[in-house]
């Protein structure tokens, strides 16, 4: 379903290059645009600008010492704004442009808002793969910085329906270029230097991308704990709330409760009946905000396979249970 606010602009087929051309000059003036990645849509601000990224915390309602991923096109755009070493090389090598995002030190004369680093030594970095994010950050030739577009603490937008109603108005402009194809937000990765020794990796939030594949490439014996100077507030344990209590792993439904199934689970809807869980994945949000929706005054989840995936699908479905 297409949203239909009146700052909603259509980013697909012909309509794609005056889009981003209004975006790109909503973000130059310092604006907030919501935008299609292939995770979930993303509420963007130009990183270097101070007002243009204190104008997300506040459409967002976030927190803010909860810090922004910064996206960017490429590799060599990215080492300008901190320290890659092998690790980091090899993972962008491997898995950009995509859904993952590298936690690494922040160079001083990186020149981003110290906003959106929240005040940590570091910062998170992305190359999405998504042809209207591309094209906008190529249009704009600046860092973006983009959360995820939705009032904070609220369940993830994977269309820009889902953005109209959770930001409509508090946003300067909405592109809509359909569904987010993954639906689930980036794995963020954060390599920490060793002290003198090999560096350590840790994953800070599960997504699209599996810890065994992080592992192959880096060695699964370099996987550090979490410090607690690196933490990811998106962890925080109430995310992703739909508005109404959630039951997960349900057999079926109790009368009051809204059920989404999964493979032989049925449901009012399904997650995905054939047990996909990439397809389990990429319809996780629009689920949650079918449920939220409804009648029902209560949510119950079919259990999701704990694999791949499936990891990132539970750590959501968890917090959105909290
Ligand atoms: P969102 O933008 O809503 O997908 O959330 C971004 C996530 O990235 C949050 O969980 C942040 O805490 C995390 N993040 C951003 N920058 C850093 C950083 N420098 N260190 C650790 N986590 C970060
Ligand atoms: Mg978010």
């Given at each position: 379903m297409p949203a239909t606010k009146s700052n909603c602009l259509l980013a697909q087929g012909d309509n794609a290059g005056l889009a981003i051309a209004r975006a790109a000059q909503v973000i130059h003036d310092g604006g907030t645009v919501a935008v299609p990645t292939e995770t979930v849509y993303g509420l963007a601000a130009?990183?270097?600008r101070d007002a243009a990224v204190a104008a997300i915390y506040r459409a967002k309602g976030r927190p803010d010492f909860n810090p922004l991923i910064v996206h960017v096109t490429d590799l060599a755009a990215a080492e300008r704004l901190a320290w890659f070493d092998d690790s980091a090389r090899a993972l962008a090598a491997a898995?950009?442009?995509?859904?993952l995002t590298l936690v690494l030190p922040r160079r001083a004369?990186?020149?981003?808002?110290?906003?959106v680093c929240a005040g940590l030594p570091t910062v998170a970095l992305r190359c999405p793969a998504h042809p209207v994010m591309r094209a906008l950050i190529a249009r704009t030739s600046l860092p973006l910085a983009a959360p995820?577009?939705?009032?904070?603490?609220a369940v993830s937008p994977t269309s820009a329906a889902h953005v109209a109603a959770s930001l409509g108005g508090r946003v300067d402009l909405i592109l809509d270029?359909?569904?987010?194809?993954?639906g689930i937000e980036s794995t963020i990765v954060a390599i920490r230097g060793g002290d003198g020794a090999v560096p350590g990796w840790t994953v800070l939030r599960p997504g699209p991308i599996d810890r065994d594949q992080i592992a192959a490439l880096l060695g699964p014996d370099r996987e550090v704990e979490a410090a607690?100077?690196?933490?990811?507030?998106?962890?925080?344990?109430?995310?992703?709330?739909?508005g109404k209590p959630v039951r997960l792993d349900a057999g079926g439904p109790a009368p009051d409760e809204f059920m989404i199934g999964f493979g032989a689970v049925p449901g009012d809807?399904?997650?995905s009946q054939s047990g996909d869980l990439a397809e389990a994945a990429s319809r996780l949000y629009a689920c949650l905000h079918t449920a939220a929706a409804a009648l029902a005054p209560r949510i119950a989840i079919a259990p999701v396979p704990d694999t791949s995936i499936g990891r990132a699908i539970n750590d959501r479905l968890r917090r959105a249970a909290a």
């Open positions: 130009r990183a270097d898995f950009w442009p995509g859904p004369d990186a020149g981003l808002s110290a906003a995820s577009a939705n009032r904070s603490g270029g359909g569904d987010c194809a993954r607690d100077g690196i933490t990811a507030p998106g962890q925080l344990a109430s995310h992703y709330a739909p809807i399904s997650l």
